[in-house]
């Protein structure tokens, strides 16, 4: 008796939540990037997607490398990332129909006020970062092979460092997300390099602020893509394409450029 | 800042928050049904094992015990591959869902839950033993019997498989997805504000959290010490 009882209530419990799967007729899987869930821009944006086409837009937020794996398994309609290499790559490897500039915005060097490397106001990047090297001030890296991560890695590169030779006691890899990367930066006065976007949404700051900005190669280019229903069957891409769109269209350009936090605005639109 | 933290706890119970009442919800109801489904799964697994006797038995339950160290990002991995769209479940469509995160937690809890039981039960075994064979009952009845009889101590096996589910999030980060208004959870909500350099806020939700599993404690041990007073343990 006791057991039928236990079983009915699994059931009815079971149920519940597997209803919760079919509740949204019309849904999409985003995979993202974390800077545009963390600063707020989808809690904005997506309502009116919502409003105007139907659309519930279900965000997975990783990192753009992380992203990028997930989509070639399949496991999304859409891929909204920034790192263009790495998505072109995924276009013409056939995981992606087509991608298109959609947004952008810029990188920040942020550190302690205190300055160790004394870079702040420089709109170097290339000098600021010879300059954390060579007074081997902590430097936090994201050394998740994210967007931002990549970006990273390609500014050493161009400023001649390899941090990768022997141990590097100042360079920290951190392994985690932008936030958790900030908040491990911020716990050891170590100099870090976030999308604007994120940085100015966080909210643990601390005595942080933001030293070098400014050089054109700190440019951050969002990019958006529709998985490819020849090699994923399972997308929707009727609904991903109608997404897409919205997004590309004046209606949706103009609604990114009015995000702003705090008076700043976050993204700044580039579609083509 | 844990003031503030326990102000904001607070009152975001009090002010019923809304987008706290559904991942409240969404978070007990994932936990639960898990408990269900793994507990009639492992309460038998661990009696039979407590029980019987056959080739490979302490085997078996060595490798349930290690089992119950499992990580859940491991767990969290590979039920991530089995649901996948690409992977053998994918036509399932059940990744980045409330019951891919139920899967997980199935998975993570069995082993703690199995082992436990066996623990009780084979206490139980040695008093009841001799009786069993002498009244010549059948396995089936044996490990209803026992089960029955061991209720009470078998909640605080339940209750420690409840706290893993409860409290995990590696698993769930990657089976769910974080999805606002679909997937997320308590966990998942605390380790993003986290992110988001809201500490004050993640350890606010923490503490609601705390206080969920403070109740689920309570009720337990109330039943527990009911149970106590009648004789029935």
Redesign the interface.
Known sequence: MVIIR??K??TI??G???S??FC?AESI?LQST?STK?SGF??YVLPMIKEDTGITV????VGTGQAIKNAQ???GDVLLVHSKAAEEKFVSDGYGVKRFDLMFNDFVIVGPSDDPANISGSTDVSEALNSIASQQTPFASRGDNSGTHKAERELWKISGIDTSKGTKMWYLETGS????T??IAVGKAAYVLSDRATWI?????QDFKIHVQGDKRLFNQYGITLINPIK?P?VKSKAGQKFVRWLLSDKGQSSIESYTVGGNQLFFPNAQ | MLINAFNDALTLIVSADPDLIEILLLSVQVSFSALAIAGILAMPLGTILAISHFRGRKLLITFLNAMMGLPPVVVGLFVYLMLSRSGPLGILELLYTPTAMIIAQVILIIPIIASLTYQVIEELNREYKDLFLSLKISPQQAVFAYLWDARYSLFTTLLAGFGRAISEVGAVMIVGGNINHLTRIMTTAIALETSKGELSLALSLGIVLLTIALLVNAIVISIKTFAGEKGYV
């Open positions: 236990i079983a209530k699994i419990s079971l519940a939540v597997i919760f799967n949204y899987i974390t963390n989808y809690d279900n965000v997975v937020a398994r399949c496991d997300g932008m936030g958790a900030l908040n949404k966080f909210a643990n700051k994923c399972n």
